[in-house]
């Protein structure tokens, strides 16, 4: 256990350490194109993503990624936890997240996140909130960017499901784009708003892109979505420290009759 802290200690230091940097390299970079900004907002990400693997010992597998498209789509991911963030930028080209608007009052992380051309949307406004998500969404996608959704909106716990909204459907309809189901366990090693951060293997699941077409709506796409997140969950759920009981005693059963 001492171990582990440490570990993590050495992560949160270096976190500390990069932050400050990346973000000036940002806000130097605000005049160059987006793409050019983009790439210290990435190689951020990444730097936190190598020493999750190769310090605290966290690495994923992903499973499906030959169903990414070779064009940009929307990218619907199950939100568990700060992992997926950093990890969704490696697993898929380059993108842009939706976000809320209290995110970019963070000092520092928030001012870089404006310039890394987010979707903010202040979600106490809905009405006007589904019109920046469009107006926004069609302009990042005229940029060649990727839009990142987490349909529940907030981060929820493993075994639990969260409302999905209809927002990812809604740009994938409305733009002509795919939208690519993602499910994932990683909230069972980094739980929300936890300090540690524990090793082993998170499983993501890259399923097949659903495509608008003239009679499917967006409810009828997100079903289609939730269905297919929520059936992967319950498949590779059940491993971490932090796994919901229920799938650890199911996990533990399905060894068990193997």
Do not use: C
């Not at 993590?8 to 987006?34: G, S």
């Not at 987010?118 to 060649?144: C, F, T, Y």
């Not at 300090?195 to 997100?222: C, Q, R, S, W």
């Not at 919901?244 to 068990?256: C, G, I, Y």
């Amino acid at each position: 256990m001492i171990g582990l802290w440490i570990r993590n200690l050495l992560y949160w230091v270096v976190l500390i350490v990069i932050t400050p940097v990346f973000f000036l390299l940002l806000m130097l970079a605000a005049p160059l194109p987006r793409r050019s900004r983009h790439v210290f907002g990435v190689t951020w990400a990444m730097s936190l993503l190598w020493m999750l693997e190769h310090v605290i010992g966290l690495k994923y597998k992903v499973i499906g990624a030959e169903n990414i498209p070779s064009a940009p789509s929307v990218i619907a991911s199950k939100h568990q936890s700060g992992w997926e963030t950093l990890a969704l930028q490696k697993i898929f080209p380059w993108q842009v997240y939706v976000a809320k608007r209290e995110l970019t009052w963070i000092p520092l992380f928030g001012w870089g996140l404006v310039l890394m051309n987010p979707i903010i949307i202040n979600r106490s406004d809905r009405a006007r909130a589904n019109q920046r998500l469009l107006d926004q969404g069609l302009e990042r996608k005229r940029h060649g960017f990727w839009i990142t959704v987490f349909p529940e909106g907030t981060r929820t716990k493993p075994g639990v499901g969260g409302k999905y909204k209809l927002g990812a459907a809604r740009m994938a309809k409305q733009f002509d784009m795919p939208m690519v189901p993602v499910a994932h366990n990683a909230g069972e090693f980094w739980p929300r708003n936890a300090f540690l951060k524990y090793p082993g293997e998170i499983t993501v699941v890259v399923g097949p892109a659903i495509h608008p077409d003239n009679e499917a709506g967006p409810e009828a796409m997100m079903a289609q979505a939730e269905a297919w997140i929520e059936a992967r969950q319950r498949e590779i759920g059940g491993v971490g420290p932090f796994a919901h009981p229920d799938e650890k005693r199911q996990r533990l059963a399905s060894t068990a009759s193997a």
